[in-house]
Protein backbone atom coordinates (compact mmCIF):
# COMPACT_ATOMS: atom_id res chain seq x y z
CA UNK A 1 0.00 0.00 0.00
CA UNK A 2 1.43 3.41 -1.13
CA UNK A 3 1.80 5.75 2.36
CA UNK A 4 -0.80 8.30 3.05
CA UNK A 5 0.18 11.87 3.24
CA UNK A 6 -1.60 14.91 4.63
CA UNK A 7 -0.72 16.81 1.18
CA UNK A 8 -4.06 16.41 -0.73
CA UNK A 9 -3.09 15.30 -4.61
CA UNK A 10 -5.12 16.44 -7.41
CA UNK A 11 -6.22 13.22 -9.00
CA UNK A 12 -6.53 14.28 -13.12
CA UNK A 13 -7.83 12.16 -15.57
CA UNK A 14 -5.53 11.00 -18.22
CA UNK A 15 -2.84 13.41 -18.97
CA UNK A 16 -3.93 15.19 -22.45
CA UNK A 17 -2.74 18.08 -24.29
CA UNK A 18 -4.46 21.25 -22.86
CA UNK A 19 -2.38 20.53 -19.62
CA UNK A 20 -3.77 24.62 -19.02
CA UNK A 21 -6.39 24.08 -17.62
CA UNK A 22 -6.82 22.91 -14.16
CA UNK A 23 -10.66 21.29 -14.85
CA UNK A 24 -9.70 18.46 -17.15
CA UNK A 25 -12.92 18.28 -19.84
CA UNK A 26 -11.99 14.46 -19.82
CA UNK A 27 -11.42 13.52 -15.99
CA UNK A 28 -13.33 10.04 -16.41
CA UNK A 29 -13.36 9.53 -12.48
CA UNK A 30 -15.42 12.63 -10.96
CA UNK A 31 -14.16 13.01 -7.74
CA UNK A 32 -11.32 14.15 -6.00
CA UNK A 33 -10.10 12.43 -2.76
CA UNK A 34 -8.06 13.38 0.45
CA UNK A 35 -6.78 10.51 2.68
CA UNK A 36 -6.31 11.38 6.08
CA UNK A 37 -3.18 9.72 8.32
CA UNK A 38 -5.43 8.48 11.09
CA UNK A 39 -7.63 6.10 8.86
CA UNK A 40 -6.26 2.02 8.82
CA UNK A 41 -5.26 0.67 5.96
CA UNK A 42 -7.67 -2.54 6.05
CA UNK A 43 -10.69 -0.92 7.69
CA UNK A 44 -13.17 -0.37 5.03
CA UNK A 45 -16.21 0.74 6.66
CA UNK A 46 -14.92 3.36 8.52
CA UNK A 47 -12.52 4.96 5.91
CA UNK A 48 -14.59 7.27 3.81
CA UNK A 49 -13.10 9.24 1.23
CA UNK A 50 -13.67 12.67 1.19
CA UNK A 51 -15.71 13.62 -1.42
CA UNK A 52 -14.95 16.87 -3.48
CA UNK A 53 -16.48 19.89 -4.36
CA UNK A 54 -18.78 18.91 -7.89
CA UNK A 55 -17.52 21.16 -11.04
CA UNK A 56 -20.85 22.77 -11.42
CA UNK A 57 -20.32 24.73 -8.23
CA UNK A 58 -16.92 26.46 -9.71
CA UNK A 59 -18.54 26.87 -13.31
CA UNK A 60 -19.02 30.64 -14.58
CA UNK A 61 -22.28 31.45 -16.12
CA UNK A 62 -20.00 32.58 -19.06
CA UNK A 63 -18.07 29.44 -19.20
CA UNK A 64 -17.15 28.07 -22.54
CA UNK A 65 -19.89 25.00 -22.56
CA UNK A 66 -17.86 23.45 -25.87
CA UNK A 67 -15.00 23.00 -23.10
CA UNK A 68 -16.88 20.90 -20.79
CA UNK A 69 -18.60 18.92 -23.87
CA UNK A 70 -16.35 18.71 -26.70
CA UNK A 71 -17.27 15.53 -27.68
CA UNK A 72 -20.32 12.66 -27.24
CA UNK A 73 -19.89 11.77 -23.71
CA UNK A 74 -22.31 9.91 -20.96
CA UNK A 75 -24.24 12.10 -19.39
CA UNK A 76 -22.22 13.43 -16.05
CA UNK A 77 -24.38 14.82 -13.21
CA UNK A 78 -21.02 16.66 -11.44
CA UNK A 79 -20.14 18.78 -14.65
CA UNK A 80 -24.15 19.29 -16.21
CA UNK A 81 -25.52 22.43 -14.25
CA UNK A 82 -28.82 21.84 -14.79
CA UNK A 83 -31.61 20.13 -11.92
CA UNK A 84 -32.74 17.92 -14.13
CA UNK A 85 -34.99 15.09 -12.77
CA UNK A 86 -35.51 11.92 -14.35
CA UNK A 87 -37.82 8.74 -13.62
CA UNK A 88 -40.89 7.39 -12.65
CA UNK A 89 -42.00 9.75 -9.11
CA UNK A 90 -42.36 7.52 -6.15
CA UNK A 91 -45.50 6.98 -4.12
CA UNK A 92 -46.33 10.95 -2.91
CA UNK A 93 -42.17 11.56 -4.47
CA UNK A 94 -40.94 13.58 -7.16
CA UNK A 95 -38.67 12.19 -10.19
CA UNK A 96 -35.59 10.98 -8.69
CA UNK A 97 -32.72 13.29 -9.07
CA UNK A 98 -29.56 13.70 -12.04
CA UNK A 99 -27.20 12.08 -8.96
CA UNK A 100 -26.29 8.62 -9.95
CA UNK A 101 -29.57 8.48 -12.06
CA UNK A 102 -28.97 5.76 -14.57
CA UNK A 103 -31.59 6.68 -16.88
CA UNK A 104 -29.63 10.04 -17.97
CA UNK A 105 -26.86 8.03 -18.87
CA UNK A 106 -28.76 5.22 -20.47
CA UNK A 107 -29.98 7.92 -22.86
CA UNK A 108 -28.21 9.73 -25.81
CA UNK A 109 -27.58 13.23 -24.92
CA UNK A 110 -26.55 16.00 -26.99
CA UNK A 111 -24.97 18.29 -24.63
CA UNK A 112 -22.41 18.86 -27.12
CA UNK A 113 -24.27 19.81 -30.13
CA UNK A 114 -24.94 23.13 -28.90
CA UNK A 115 -25.34 26.34 -31.48
CA UNK A 116 -22.09 27.21 -30.12
CA UNK A 117 -20.38 24.07 -30.90
CA UNK A 118 -21.85 23.72 -34.20
CA UNK A 119 -20.86 26.99 -34.93
CA UNK A 120 -17.20 26.21 -34.55
CA UNK A 121 -18.02 22.88 -36.11
CA UNK A 122 -18.85 24.85 -39.35
CA UNK A 123 -15.84 26.69 -38.97
CA UNK A 124 -13.70 24.65 -39.60
CA UNK A 125 -15.38 22.65 -42.31
CA UNK A 126 -15.27 25.77 -44.09
CA UNK A 127 -11.93 25.54 -45.55
CA UNK A 128 -12.69 22.41 -47.18
CA UNK A 129 -16.15 23.58 -48.91
CA UNK A 130 -16.36 25.16 -52.52
CA UNK A 131 -19.09 27.15 -53.86
CA UNK A 132 -21.90 25.74 -55.34
CA UNK A 133 -22.04 26.54 -59.14
CA UNK A 134 -23.89 29.57 -59.97
CA UNK A 135 -25.46 28.85 -63.17
CA UNK A 136 -26.90 25.56 -61.40
CA UNK A 137 -29.47 27.60 -59.95
CA UNK A 138 -32.72 25.94 -60.89
CA UNK A 139 -33.45 21.85 -61.25
CA UNK A 140 -34.32 21.90 -64.78
CA UNK A 141 -30.52 23.45 -65.40
CA UNK A 142 -29.19 20.36 -63.08
CA UNK A 143 -31.46 18.10 -64.81
CA UNK A 144 -30.29 19.68 -68.26
CA UNK A 145 -26.01 19.37 -67.67
CA UNK A 146 -26.43 15.92 -65.24
CA UNK A 147 -29.01 14.07 -66.49
CA UNK A 148 -27.95 10.82 -65.44
CA UNK A 149 -28.49 10.45 -61.42
CA UNK A 150 -26.82 7.60 -59.47
CA UNK A 151 -28.18 6.71 -56.22
CA UNK A 152 -25.95 4.85 -53.48
CA UNK A 153 -26.59 4.03 -50.18
CA UNK A 154 -23.67 4.16 -47.06
CA UNK A 155 -24.14 2.16 -44.28
CA UNK A 156 -22.78 3.00 -40.63
CA UNK A 157 -23.35 0.98 -38.10
CA UNK A 158 -22.18 -0.29 -34.44
CA UNK A 159 -19.39 -3.04 -34.69
CA UNK A 160 -15.89 -4.28 -35.67
CA UNK A 161 -16.93 -4.18 -39.64
CA UNK A 162 -17.78 -1.66 -41.73
CA UNK A 163 -18.65 -3.76 -44.60
CA UNK A 164 -22.32 -4.19 -45.57
CA UNK A 165 -23.27 -6.45 -48.28
CA UNK A 166 -26.68 -4.07 -49.41
CA UNK A 167 -23.73 -0.95 -49.74
CA UNK A 168 -23.08 -2.51 -53.21
CA UNK A 169 -26.33 -2.04 -55.16
CA UNK A 170 -26.40 1.16 -57.41
CA UNK A 171 -29.01 2.71 -59.09
CA UNK A 172 -29.57 4.28 -61.94
CA UNK A 173 -32.08 6.90 -63.44
CA UNK A 174 -32.21 8.65 -66.13
CA UNK A 175 -34.64 10.31 -68.34
CA UNK A 176 -35.59 8.84 -71.98
CA UNK A 177 -36.02 12.39 -73.51
CA UNK A 178 -32.82 13.43 -72.45
CA UNK A 179 -31.45 11.17 -74.77
CA UNK A 180 -30.38 11.04 -78.05
CA UNK A 181 -33.38 8.63 -79.77
CA UNK A 182 -35.70 8.67 -82.48
CA UNK A 183 -39.42 7.54 -82.39
CA UNK A 184 -37.96 3.87 -83.28
CA UNK A 185 -34.95 3.77 -81.26
CA UNK A 186 -37.66 4.76 -78.08
CA UNK A 187 -39.82 2.48 -78.68
CA UNK A 188 -37.26 -0.20 -79.07
CA UNK A 189 -35.73 0.58 -76.03
CA UNK A 190 -38.76 0.58 -74.02
CA UNK A 191 -39.45 -2.45 -75.30
CA UNK A 192 -35.96 -4.03 -74.21
CA UNK A 193 -35.97 -2.32 -71.24
CA UNK A 194 -39.53 -4.19 -70.16
CA UNK A 195 -41.01 -3.10 -66.38
CA UNK A 196 -37.31 -1.08 -65.77
CA UNK A 197 -39.13 2.39 -67.57
CA UNK A 198 -41.93 4.21 -66.12
CA UNK A 199 -44.40 5.83 -68.26
CA UNK A 200 -45.70 8.77 -65.82
CA UNK A 201 -42.31 10.30 -65.00
CA UNK A 202 -40.68 8.94 -68.24
CA UNK A 203 -37.26 8.09 -66.06
CA UNK A 204 -35.89 4.12 -66.72
CA UNK A 205 -34.14 3.16 -63.66
CA UNK A 206 -31.34 0.30 -63.84
CA UNK A 207 -30.78 -1.48 -60.96
CA UNK A 208 -27.43 -3.05 -60.19
CA UNK A 209 -26.37 -5.77 -57.62
CA UNK A 210 -24.88 -8.65 -59.35
CA UNK A 211 -21.14 -7.33 -58.26
CA UNK A 212 -19.70 -7.53 -54.96
CA UNK A 213 -18.17 -4.17 -54.59
CA UNK A 214 -20.00 -0.48 -55.61
CA UNK A 215 -17.79 0.19 -58.26
CA UNK A 216 -18.09 -2.73 -60.00
CA UNK A 217 -21.59 -2.34 -59.96
CA UNK A 218 -21.77 1.51 -61.10
CA UNK A 219 -19.44 0.44 -64.63
CA UNK A 220 -21.77 -2.57 -65.02
CA UNK A 221 -24.58 0.14 -64.83
CA UNK A 222 -23.03 2.43 -67.47
CA UNK A 223 -22.55 -0.70 -69.59
CA UNK A 224 -26.12 -1.49 -69.53
CA UNK A 225 -26.94 1.82 -70.42
CA UNK A 226 -24.52 2.42 -73.35
CA UNK A 227 -25.36 -0.93 -74.86
CA UNK A 228 -29.16 -0.24 -74.36
CA UNK A 229 -28.92 2.77 -76.38
CA UNK A 230 -26.84 1.76 -79.33
CA UNK A 231 -28.58 -1.56 -79.38
CA UNK A 232 -31.97 0.60 -79.91
CA UNK A 233 -30.84 2.89 -82.46
CA UNK A 234 -30.18 -0.12 -84.82
CA UNK A 235 -32.71 -2.05 -87.07
CA UNK A 236 -32.81 -5.40 -87.18
CA UNK A 237 -33.89 -7.48 -90.26
CA UNK A 238 -36.55 -9.27 -88.49
CA UNK A 239 -38.03 -6.26 -87.17
CA UNK A 240 -39.72 -6.02 -90.05
CA UNK A 241 -42.26 -8.78 -88.88
CA UNK A 242 -43.48 -6.32 -86.28
CA UNK A 243 -47.60 -7.25 -86.20
CA UNK A 244 -50.38 -4.66 -85.22
CA UNK A 245 -50.20 -7.13 -81.28
CA UNK A 246 -46.84 -5.67 -80.99
CA UNK A 247 -47.53 -2.26 -81.68
CA UNK A 248 -47.38 -0.37 -78.68
CA UNK A 249 -49.92 2.72 -79.46
CA UNK A 250 -53.18 2.24 -81.07
CA UNK A 251 -52.76 3.45 -84.59
CA UNK A 252 -56.96 4.23 -86.29
CA UNK A 253 -55.29 3.80 -89.99
CA UNK A 254 -56.19 -0.27 -91.44
CA UNK A 255 -57.90 -0.65 -88.38
CA UNK A 256 -61.00 -2.79 -88.01
CA UNK A 257 -62.66 0.72 -86.83
CA UNK A 258 -61.76 2.61 -89.85
CA UNK A 259 -63.30 0.15 -91.78
CA UNK A 260 -66.46 -0.64 -90.08
CA UNK A 261 -66.84 3.24 -90.34
CA UNK A 262 -66.10 3.83 -94.09
CA UNK A 263 -68.58 0.88 -94.90
CA UNK A 264 -71.12 2.28 -92.54
CA UNK A 265 -70.80 5.64 -94.21
CA UNK A 266 -70.87 4.70 -97.69
CA UNK A 267 -73.89 1.94 -97.13
CA UNK A 268 -75.67 5.33 -95.20
CA UNK A 269 -74.90 7.82 -98.45
CA UNK A 270 -76.31 7.12 -101.88
CA UNK A 271 -76.47 3.14 -102.60
CA UNK A 272 -75.75 3.21 -106.40
CA UNK A 273 -72.59 5.29 -105.76
CA UNK A 274 -70.07 2.99 -106.75
CA UNK A 275 -66.96 5.28 -106.00
CA UNK A 276 -64.99 2.89 -104.04
CA UNK A 277 -61.79 4.39 -103.85
CA UNK A 278 -62.37 7.85 -104.10
CA UNK A 279 -65.21 7.65 -102.00
CA UNK A 280 -63.02 6.12 -99.10
CA UNK A 281 -60.56 8.91 -99.52
CA UNK A 282 -63.12 11.94 -99.56
CA UNK A 283 -64.54 10.59 -96.66
CA UNK A 284 -61.72 10.14 -94.90
CA UNK A 285 -61.26 13.80 -95.65
CA UNK A 286 -64.48 14.68 -93.47
CA UNK A 287 -63.49 16.83 -90.46
CA UNK A 288 -66.15 14.69 -88.60
CA UNK A 289 -64.70 11.58 -89.62
CA UNK A 290 -60.96 12.67 -87.99
CA UNK A 291 -63.20 13.70 -84.93
CA UNK A 292 -64.11 10.15 -84.28
CA UNK A 293 -60.66 8.75 -85.52
CA UNK A 294 -58.88 11.03 -82.87
CA UNK A 295 -62.04 9.92 -79.69
CA UNK A 296 -61.18 6.75 -81.31
CA UNK A 297 -58.06 6.86 -80.74
CA UNK A 298 -57.67 8.12 -77.43
CA UNK A 299 -59.98 6.16 -76.08
CA UNK A 300 -57.96 2.90 -77.15
CA UNK A 301 -54.33 4.61 -75.82
CA UNK A 302 -55.34 5.88 -72.78
CA UNK A 303 -58.58 3.70 -71.53
CA UNK A 304 -61.91 4.78 -70.21
CA UNK A 305 -62.78 7.72 -68.37
CA UNK A 306 -65.03 10.87 -68.41
CA UNK A 307 -63.95 12.59 -70.90
CA UNK A 308 -63.07 10.03 -73.30
CA UNK A 309 -65.74 8.21 -73.40
CA UNK A 310 -67.91 11.83 -73.68
CA UNK A 311 -65.87 12.69 -76.47
CA UNK A 312 -66.74 9.56 -78.11
CA UNK A 313 -70.57 10.44 -78.06
CA UNK A 314 -70.25 13.54 -79.45
CA UNK A 315 -67.81 12.26 -82.68
CA UNK A 316 -70.22 9.35 -82.99
CA UNK A 317 -73.08 11.80 -82.90
CA UNK A 318 -71.89 14.09 -85.56
CA UNK A 319 -70.40 11.02 -87.76
CA UNK A 320 -73.97 9.32 -87.97
CA UNK A 321 -75.33 12.64 -88.22
CA UNK A 322 -78.25 11.90 -85.22
CA UNK B 1 -42.83 -20.56 -12.72
CA UNK B 2 -44.35 -21.00 -9.35
CA UNK B 3 -47.69 -22.88 -8.83
CA UNK B 4 -50.34 -21.82 -6.50
CA UNK B 5 -51.27 -23.69 -3.83
CA UNK B 6 -54.16 -25.86 -5.58
CA UNK B 7 -52.01 -27.50 -7.97
CA UNK B 8 -49.65 -28.38 -5.21
CA UNK B 9 -52.56 -30.45 -3.61
CA UNK B 10 -53.14 -32.16 -6.99
CA UNK B 11 -49.24 -33.46 -7.17
CA UNK B 12 -49.23 -34.76 -3.82
CA UNK B 13 -52.02 -37.43 -4.09
CA UNK B 14 -50.17 -38.83 -6.53
CA UNK B 15 -49.91 -38.85 -10.40
CA UNK B 16 -49.56 -35.34 -11.98
CA UNK B 17 -52.69 -33.56 -13.47
CA UNK B 18 -52.68 -30.63 -15.63
CA UNK B 19 -55.57 -28.90 -14.29
CA UNK B 20 -57.20 -25.57 -15.76
CA UNK B 21 -57.17 -22.48 -14.11
CA UNK B 22 -54.02 -22.65 -12.73
CA UNK B 23 -51.82 -19.84 -13.00
CA UNK B 24 -48.07 -19.13 -13.42
CA UNK B 25 -46.74 -16.29 -11.74
CA UNK B 26 -43.81 -14.90 -13.54
CA UNK B 27 -40.71 -14.40 -11.88
CA UNK B 28 -38.57 -12.97 -14.35
CA UNK B 29 -36.76 -9.48 -12.85
CA UNK B 30 -39.04 -9.12 -10.03
CA UNK B 31 -38.03 -9.00 -6.32
CA UNK B 32 -40.77 -9.75 -4.54
CA UNK B 33 -42.45 -7.41 -1.61
CA UNK B 34 -40.63 -8.09 1.61
CA UNK B 35 -40.95 -6.37 4.90
CA UNK B 36 -39.68 -3.02 4.24
CA UNK B 37 -35.87 -2.71 4.86
CA UNK B 38 -34.78 -4.34 1.75
CA UNK B 39 -33.82 -1.02 -0.60
CA UNK B 40 -34.29 -1.60 -4.49
CA UNK B 41 -32.48 0.73 -7.03
CA UNK B 42 -35.05 2.37 -10.11
CA UNK B 43 -33.15 -0.12 -11.73
CA UNK B 44 -34.48 -3.29 -9.52
CA UNK B 45 -38.09 -1.52 -8.87
CA UNK B 46 -39.17 -1.81 -12.52
CA UNK B 47 -39.98 -5.52 -13.47
CA UNK B 48 -39.29 -5.72 -17.34
CA UNK B 49 -42.27 -5.08 -18.82
CA UNK B 50 -41.84 -1.31 -18.05
CA UNK B 51 -38.47 -1.04 -20.41
CA UNK B 52 -39.21 1.22 -22.92
CA UNK B 53 -42.07 3.07 -20.59
CA UNK B 54 -40.53 3.46 -18.04
CA UNK B 55 -36.78 2.14 -18.36
CA UNK B 56 -34.54 2.65 -20.72
CA UNK B 57 -32.18 0.44 -22.55
CA UNK B 58 -29.01 -0.58 -20.97
CA UNK B 59 -27.61 -1.55 -24.01
CA UNK B 60 -28.10 0.19 -27.39
CA UNK B 61 -26.66 -0.59 -30.44
CA UNK B 62 -27.70 -0.61 -33.87
CA UNK B 63 -28.22 -4.09 -35.00
CA UNK B 64 -31.33 -4.50 -32.69
CA UNK B 65 -32.62 -2.40 -35.80
CA UNK B 66 -34.77 -3.53 -38.76
CA UNK B 67 -32.55 -5.32 -41.62
CA UNK B 68 -29.17 -5.34 -39.64
CA UNK B 69 -27.03 -8.17 -38.50
CA UNK B 70 -24.02 -8.21 -36.16
CA UNK B 71 -27.58 -8.53 -33.26
CA UNK B 72 -25.94 -12.08 -31.42
CA UNK B 73 -22.10 -11.06 -31.80
CA UNK B 74 -22.71 -7.45 -30.07
CA UNK B 75 -25.11 -9.25 -26.77
CA UNK B 76 -22.68 -11.83 -26.55
CA UNK B 77 -19.91 -8.87 -26.18
CA UNK B 78 -22.76 -7.71 -23.84
CA UNK B 79 -23.23 -10.40 -21.39
CA UNK B 80 -19.49 -11.02 -21.44
CA UNK B 81 -18.48 -7.48 -20.81
CA UNK B 82 -21.52 -7.23 -17.62
CA UNK B 83 -19.70 -10.45 -16.46
CA UNK B 84 -16.08 -8.68 -16.34
CA UNK B 85 -16.83 -5.55 -14.80
CA UNK B 86 -18.63 -7.10 -11.49
CA UNK B 87 -15.84 -9.49 -11.11
CA UNK B 88 -13.09 -6.98 -11.72
CA UNK B 89 -14.86 -4.33 -9.85
CA UNK B 90 -15.82 -6.46 -7.41
CA UNK B 91 -18.40 -5.33 -4.48
CA UNK B 92 -18.03 -2.00 -6.02
CA UNK B 93 -20.57 -1.78 -8.32
CA UNK B 94 -24.02 0.42 -7.05
CA UNK B 95 -26.38 -0.15 -10.39
CA UNK B 96 -26.29 -1.81 -13.51
CA UNK B 97 -23.83 -1.50 -16.35
CA UNK B 98 -24.75 0.52 -18.99
CA UNK B 99 -22.78 -0.22 -22.05
CA UNK B 100 -22.84 2.25 -25.50
CA UNK B 101 -21.52 1.78 -29.24
CA UNK B 102 -20.76 4.27 -31.82
CA UNK B 103 -19.29 3.19 -34.43
CA UNK B 104 -16.46 0.56 -33.69
CA UNK B 105 -15.91 2.49 -30.22
CA UNK B 106 -17.81 0.78 -27.07
CA UNK B 107 -18.43 2.69 -23.99
CA UNK B 108 -19.31 1.37 -20.71
CA UNK B 109 -20.70 3.58 -18.37
CA UNK B 110 -20.60 2.11 -14.53
CA UNK B 111 -21.78 3.61 -11.30
CA UNK B 112 -19.58 2.81 -8.42
CA UNK B 113 -19.66 3.42 -4.90
CA UNK B 114 -16.47 5.00 -3.21
CA UNK B 115 -14.82 1.39 -1.85
CA UNK B 116 -11.72 1.75 -3.04
CA UNK B 117 -9.12 4.02 -3.11
CA UNK B 118 -8.48 6.66 -6.37
CA UNK B 119 -5.82 4.56 -7.23
CA UNK B 120 -7.54 1.04 -7.13
CA UNK B 121 -10.31 2.65 -9.14
CA UNK B 122 -7.75 4.11 -11.95
CA UNK B 123 -5.75 0.84 -12.19
CA UNK B 124 -8.82 -1.48 -12.69
CA UNK B 125 -10.05 1.27 -14.96
CA UNK B 126 -6.62 1.10 -17.22
CA UNK B 127 -6.64 -2.58 -17.22
CA UNK B 128 -10.17 -3.11 -17.95
CA UNK B 129 -9.65 -0.73 -20.90
CA UNK B 130 -6.82 -2.44 -22.16
CA UNK B 131 -7.77 -5.95 -21.68
CA UNK B 132 -11.12 -5.18 -23.43
CA UNK B 133 -9.60 -3.64 -26.19
CA UNK B 134 -6.97 -6.09 -27.08
CA UNK B 135 -9.84 -8.67 -26.40
CA UNK B 136 -12.39 -7.36 -28.43
CA UNK B 137 -9.84 -5.47 -31.44
CA UNK B 138 -12.41 -2.17 -30.96
CA UNK B 139 -11.26 1.03 -28.72
CA UNK B 140 -13.68 0.34 -25.62
CA UNK B 141 -13.52 3.11 -22.86
CA UNK B 142 -14.88 3.03 -19.67
CA UNK B 143 -16.82 5.91 -18.45
CA UNK B 144 -16.82 5.48 -14.32
CA UNK B 145 -18.76 7.74 -11.40
CA UNK B 146 -18.73 7.36 -8.20
CA UNK B 147 -21.58 7.78 -4.72
CA UNK B 148 -21.26 7.66 -1.73
CA UNK B 149 -23.98 5.12 -1.45
CA UNK B 150 -25.93 2.85 -3.47
CA UNK B 151 -28.75 4.77 -5.03
CA UNK B 152 -32.20 3.81 -3.49
CA UNK B 153 -35.49 4.55 -4.84
CA UNK B 154 -37.52 2.52 -2.62
CA UNK B 155 -37.80 -0.05 0.05
CA UNK B 156 -39.39 -3.06 -0.12
Known amino acids: MASYSTKAFLILGRINISRSRLQNATNRATYVSVLSMNSPTGNRASCRYQVGVPRTEKMPVDQDWTAVYPSAAPFRPNAVPLPVRMGYPIKGGVAPDKKANLELIKIPNFLHLTPAAIKKHCEALKPFCTEWPLALDTDAKCDEHFPIKVQTTHFVSAGPSLRNPSARIVHLKVKLSSLNLDDHARKKMIKLVGSRYCKKTDILTITTDSCPLRKQNYDYAMYLLTVLYHESWKIEGWEAEKTVADMEEYSWENSPSQRNLLDTLTRMKVVEEEGGEEVRQQLLGQAEVQEYKDSVTRLKNEGENEDTLLQYKEAVKKVLKL | ?156
Open chain 2, 1 to 156: MSFNLLQQHLICNGGLIVVFGVFFQNRAARIRVGKGDKPLTYEQAHPPHQIGHRKGWLSQHTSNLKGEGGAAERTTEDVFIRRFMFGTFHGCLANEIVIKRRGNLIIVCALMIQKLPPQKFYFLIGYSESLLSHFYKCPVKLEIQTVQDRPVYKYI
